[in-house]
């Protein structure tokens, strides 16, 4: 037993442990990789360039980059800052910031827990491919779609709806004969969840080792596909079509815009719980601003370069973007990719080293998702046996996949995947941009200026918002845009004549007036002051600090954006509202909006998940401009710790 032990602690090493008793990542890359694989994955070679063929030409990357400054980086600085920070997964990091967002920071976790079920037939289907792949001849050579959705997907079709002549009411519902399992789909689904249980059971020593596979090796294949897909003939046509051309006028379209930040937010991987996770386990004063920055950068660089493998086959294959085509992910890697694999020269080598590829990239993403949950579980309940705790979470999960492995699995996959990203994932991340800018240290604004100037202040932003996209959708971007800056516009005004004058100092220009001050108070205080304390922890010594702009783009950048483009799922889903499917996967991605709510509401419900000497982190207590020193982050509570006289000494020993 004693040899067998030390066989199993060499290839599967404990953890190391923080000086605070927390788990630890063996180093700073494995940190670094492993976020990296979660957000590197099939949606870098399958999506992106999919995007990219729909919105082919130079005028692409305008919106696309604008869209990882001003979204995918400051949301990524804000989770991953305070998993560190504050030493915890996603529920325990936001009732540090306040005691009413467990439920946001729960929201996060519900998005992966939604997700990764489905994830992991999509990599079953890789996996049956892959399969196939040492088959000669290529048993999909000839009849790429057929083999896909006959011999792979193998669904029963589905007997469509229909709507009234008007289109105001549903006739018919889509039904859906086939509901069988599908074995093979099974099978393979439970050889992937055997991968994540094996990647995560001891914990980050052991993933950290395990992301130098599923990152370095994917990264090798990946240029050697690239390699050989722009020696194809022609490959250099595809190229040109995105690298040599400009398309002016489709920047004048919204649905540029649209799949852009979709494409960005959903790639990056921000909302889905893993990165705090993950940066949890970091050390506490990592440089957390710098490695923000590095996994944004590596994530858009390798889909760039990855997509390539595409371009270099679209030329081969003779396909023309802007000529009405277009394509899903789902058509470039089950279909568009393997049919060019059949007319390479040892077709079966490339295919099998394409969808292994895939596979590896894939499950490194799944592995992440999961490991947010079982942070959240340990967290609560640290004295629970890791190893039991992820195998119970794993057998749950793969339950939860079998009824996308059946004959209506993947029109189950397609209701669901829609609406957890255009609904649960993007409301989740516009949460976390206005929530932790409006809700931390909220008591220090309303202590300086009072509470109906920011009552006030915040009914005309969110209103504004609300109204705003409302009116755009109903009537027209013009005017849904002049209402809800209308609207934000009165909320300022009614905030600096209701308000209080404060007695602590604004910084600079602000503090020059009375109104000015009491508009720096409920527009910005909240936001600076959260970058000011994370800054005492993520930007000691050398390490890069959060810049003061930070906040301001969270809030008033980034949530406006994510607004707008939430604002689109509501007309897309009401011309889907016949397929039981799709409206099963709208309810579940409004589930994520609930859990929010209750968070707000009834905090008290979600104290479960909090480890009992931490339940009282959210309640902040040190005065306005008061920074709170960082040996007291992730401790007992100001208002636990003691009682008035303790709060005043511990003030001034700040």
Request: overall charge positive; glycine content about 10%.
């Amino acid at each position: 037993m004693g040899a067998f032990a030390k066989i199993a602690n060499l290839v599967a090493p404990k953890s190391r442990k923080s000086s605070d008793g927390r788990d630890q990542w063996p180093s700073r890359a494995a940190f670094l990789l492993a976020s990296m694989g979660g957000c590197a994955g099939m949606g870098n070679l399958l999506r992106y360039p999919s995007q990219t063929f729909n919105n082919h030409g130079l005028q692409w990357f305008l919106p696309y980059l604008l869209c990882v400054v001003l979204i995918a980086v400051p949301v990524l600085v804000l989770e991953i800052a305070i998993g560190q920070a504050y030493r915890g997964g996603c529920v325990v990091a936001y009732n540090n910031l306040s005691h009413r967002l467990k439920g946001a920071g729960l929201s996060l976790v519900y998005v992966g827990a939604v997700v990764s079920p489905y994830f992991v037939v999509n990599l079953a289907w890789v996996m049956i491919y892959f399969r196939h792949s040492f088959t000669s001849p290529l048993p999909w050579t000839g009849r790429s779609e057929e083999f896909y959705m006959q011999d792979v997907v193998a669904n029963v079709d589905p007997v469509p709806g229909s709507f009234s002549a008007n289109g105001a009411s549903v006739t018919r519902y889509v039904r859906y004969p086939g509901v069988g399992l599908i074995g093979e789909t099974v099978g393979w689904a439970a050889f992937t969840w055997f991968l994540v249980w094996v990647s995560i059971f001891r914990g980050v020593g052991l993933t950290g080792r395990v992301v130098y596979f599923t990152m370095g090796l994917p990264i090798v294949v990946t240029l050697v596909l690239i390699g050989r897909s722009l020696s194809l003939e022609n490959a250099a046509r595809g190229v040109r079509h995105f690298w040599y051309t400009w398309n002016g006028d489709q920047l004048a379209r919204g649905t540029i815009w649209q799949t852009a930040c979709g494409q960005v937010f959903f790639s990056t991987g921000v909302g889905f719980g893993y990165f705090t996770s993950y940066a949890s386990y970091n050390q506490k004063y990592s440089n957390a601003v710098m490695d923000s920055i590095l996994i944004v950068s590596s994530n858009v660089l390798f889909e760039n370069v990855a997509a390539f493998i595409v371009y270099g086959v679209i030329g081969f294959l003779g396909i023309v973007p802007g000529g009405g085509e277009r394509l899903g992910s789902f058509v470039v890697g089950f279909i568009t990719l393997p049919t060019a694999v059949t007319q390479m020269p040892g077709a079966n080598f490339w295919a099998v080293m394409l969808f292994f590829t895939l596979m590896v990239l894939g499950y490194s993403s799944a592995f992440a998702m999961v490991d947010a949950i079982v942070t959240l579980i340990m967290d609560a309940h640290p004295r629970f046996s890791r190893p039991w705790v992820v195998t119970a979470v794993v057998v749950t999960f793969f339950c939860l996949t079998l009824p996308y492995c059946t004959e209506f699995g993947f029109y189950l996959l397609d209701g669901v995947d829609r609406w957890i990203n255009d609904v649960g994932l993007v409301f989740v991340v516009w949460a976390e941009c206005v929530t932790s800018t409006t809700l931390y240290r909220w008591r220090d604004v309303v202590g300086q200026v009072g509470l109906p100037a920011f009552a006030t202040f915040n009914s005309g932003f969110f209103g504004g918002m609300v109204l705003g996209v409302a009116i755009a959708q109903a009537v027209s971007p013009v005017v849904g845009a002049a209402v809800g800056f209308g609207i934000f516009v009165v909320g300022l005004i009614g905030t600096v004549l209701l308000g209080k004058t404060p007695d602590a100092a604004a910084p600079k220009w602000w503090n020059k007036s009375i109104f000015g001050s009491r508009v720096w108070f409920v527009a910005f205080y909240s936001g600076n002051q959260l970058r000011r304390d994370l800054n005492e922890i993520v930007g000691q010594g050398k390490n890069w600090k959060i810049p003061v702009f930070w906040a301001p783009m969270v809030r008033y950048i980034a949530a406006p954006i994510l607004s707008i483009v939430y604002s689109f799922s509501y007309p897309s889903f009401y011309k889907l509202r016949n397929d039981p499917l799709h409206v099963l996967g709208f309810a579940v991605g409004h589930i994520a909006l609930i859990l929010i709510g209750a968070g707000l509401i009834v905090p008290r419900w979600f104290d479960i998940l909090i480890p009992p000497r931490r339940r009282g982190d959210g309640h902040h207590d040190y005065g306005a401009n008061v920074l709170i020193p960082a040996d007291d982050v992730g401790s007992t509570s100001s208002v636990e710790a003691g009682n008035g006289s303790d709060q005043e000494a511990k003030k001034a020993a700040i």
